[in-house]
């Protein structure tokens, strides 16, 4: 059902040489890889990253494990020795130990037997003999535990039915929160807060609404029915003229602006729920992105507008109406506009002329007491080559419980969340190690976040954007909102400023070993350093992505 080859996959001046070379019918194949695929050619994936000469690769009749000839273990390349590495590219472990050359590994039918060709016992030089060898199987690798094992086990405690989903409100949540504090402590990352790793905030768990929640047009008032208030409302009283505009979509890059020549300073904006049924907005990405209310609000509020009114009118002949959007927790409590969304019925007549509303929002919430774990990593570079500003890497490790309406899959039981977002934890904890041994060389200080209630909508990382620890201090108004560039130039910039974050969400399998990052477009820096960094890697990227989204 699989096959397992060794590939060269030359690039820059390696490529250059290769095809020199095959203008010659010669090879050099001095970087050889081992990669897997399925029997009919899909999901190819690499298996290993030694820059080595792989080859000869055989699988164990487990089907899990692959035997291989390489000279990863010699520095000269001349020494060839039979390895073995598990199909995720976990417990590489070397075979053989015998000077000169030993490959081709191959099993007997029933794996009691391994056959390889040798140098080793020669009546001359140059001989090479076949050899067979009992094979013993060992229950733990030789190999020492390395970033592989280490993720693969991160993501397995994670993801553990024990962990209960890691859902708001169960003792799997705090479980995972202690062992993230736990893991960063051991790994020498120090607590980046006054009184330790933990940032407690209150996610909220539910939302009412309140009696006094109200909706006037021209002065008729709305039955309670008819519309509903919107998570993220502001809770205050406004009065004021609407001024229609459309979808509500502004997307330079796609030529539309629906807010084009309308004055919405101080008013109401009326906006069509969803999105238009044509291009460019036919695509899944582009219904999330530019149909999200909250998405059409932070619009809205950036004309100028106090308040936002939705109303479902696709037009004649469009679909039946949706029912008004459930009340649920949103990551602002307060996104500083005033939100609700109308039935067609009492809302349709607000996308035509001028009208006068008066709404008031009023919202109780429930809550339950969460926590982010926050570590940081001090710069050890010479003061003379410190940089100034800091960097955030976050991951958030909270998921979705026994599941609810945000999960993909509805039968109810734990989610268990592994590359949503046990994986991401495991990436987190890995960069983590990583620059602890290397402190010497980091030129910035570095922030480490896991962040709790994200799934709730991105509670975590908003409460610390809102409550940054001591030496951090994040200024809101430092990038410019929609723009791939910052509002800040770099002499301006602090010691403690946040030059960058990265986010470690939902790092999944890899395919046909190409990495997808997103959020390339919300900074133009991002290219130059991406790129190199995966060619370095050996890894396909393809960057992209604005930044905009759920995470």
């Known amino acids: 059902t699989k096959l397992v080859w060794r590939a060269s996959r030359p690039h820059g001046d390696a490529l250059t040489d290769y095809q020199a070379l095959l203008a010659k019918r010669l090879v050099r194949p001095t970087k050889l890889e081992i990669y897997v695929a399925n029997a009919d050619g899909s999901d190819a994936r690499q298996v290993t990253y030694l820059d080595a000469a792989s080859f000869a690769p055989f699988f164990h009749p487990s089907g899990k494990r692959i035997l291989f000839s390489s000279n990863v273990g010699d520095p000269q390349g001349r020494e060839f020795d039979i390895w073995a590495i598990d199909t995720d590219g976990s417990n590489l472990e070397r075979i053989t130990w015998s000077a000169g050359f030993d490959g081709f590994p191959m099993f007997s039918p029933d794996g009691t037997l391994l056959a390889f060709s040798s140098n080793r016992n020669q009546a001359r030089e140059g001989d090479t003999n076949v050899f067979v060898a009992r094979w013993v199987e060992r229950t733990a690798s030789l190999a020492p535990s390395g970033a592989a094992e280490r993720f693969r086990d991160a993501v397995a405690w994670l993801a553990d039915d024990a962990r209960e989903g890691r859902g708001i409100g169960t003792a799997g949540l705090e479980a995972s929160g202690a062992w993230i504090e736990d893991q960063l402590r051991a790994a020498g990352v120090e607590p980046g807060l006054a009184d330790g790793f933990r940032g407690p905030f209150e996610v909220t768990t539910s939302v009412e609404r309140g009696q006094n929640t109200v909706l006037r047009i021209d002065g008729a008032l709305t039955k309670a029915d ?129 009208h006068t509303v008066a709404v008031n929002v009023t919202l109780t919430p429930r809550r339950s007491g969460v926590w982010n774990v926050v570590g940081r990593i001090r710069a050890g ?8 500003g800091a960097l955030v890497i976050g991951a958030h490790y909270d998921h979705l419980g026994m599941g609810g309406p945000d999960a993909l899959d509805v039968e109810p039981g734990i989610h268990n969340g592994a590359d949503d977002n046990a994986s991401g934890v495991a990436a987190l904890l890995e960069v983590a190690r ?112 604005s930044g905009y989204g759920p995470s």
Request: charge should be negative.
């Open 226 to 354: 008819d519309f509903t208030p919107l998570a993220f409302s502001a809770q205050r009283s406004i009065e004021a003229q609407t001024v229609a505009v459309g979808w509500g979509i502004t997307a330079p890059d796609l030529g539309v602006d629906d807010y084009r020549g309308k004055k919405v300073k101080g008013k109401v904006a009326v906006v069509r729920r969803f999105v238009p049924d044509a291009t460019p907005f036919d695509t899944d990405e582009a219904k999330r992105r530019y149909g999200d209310l909250q998405y059409k609000a932070f619009v809205a509020r950036q004309h100028g507008a106090i308040g936002m009114i939705v109303v479902d009118a696709p037009g004649e002949g469009g679909p039946a109406e949706a029912d008004l959007p459930a009340l649920r927790p949103s990551a602002e409590a307060d996104s500083g506009i005033v939100a609700v969304v109308a039935k067609r019925a009492v809302g349709e007549t607000l996308l035509a002329g001028k």
């Open 381 to 388: 570079a010479a003061a003379s080559d410190r940089l100034p």
């Open 434 to 545: 990583s620059l602890v041994e290397r402190t010497a060389l980091l030129r910035r200080d570095v922030w480490i976040v896991a962040f709790s209630g994200e799934e709730s909508g991105v509670l975590g990382s908003t409460d610390f954007i809102a409550r940054p620890p001591p030496g951090l201090p994040i200024a809101e108004l430092r990038t410019r909102v929609g723009t791939a560039s910052m509002a800040i130039r770099p002499e301006e910039l602090t010691a403690d400023d946040v030059v960058a974050m990265l986010n470690m969400d939902m790092v999944g399998r890899m395919r046909e070993n190409r990495l997808s990052v997103l959020g390339g477009e919300s900074a133009t820096e991002w290219a130059s350093l991406v790129d190199p960094s995966c060619a370095a890697a050996r890894v396909g990227c393809e960057l992209g992505g």
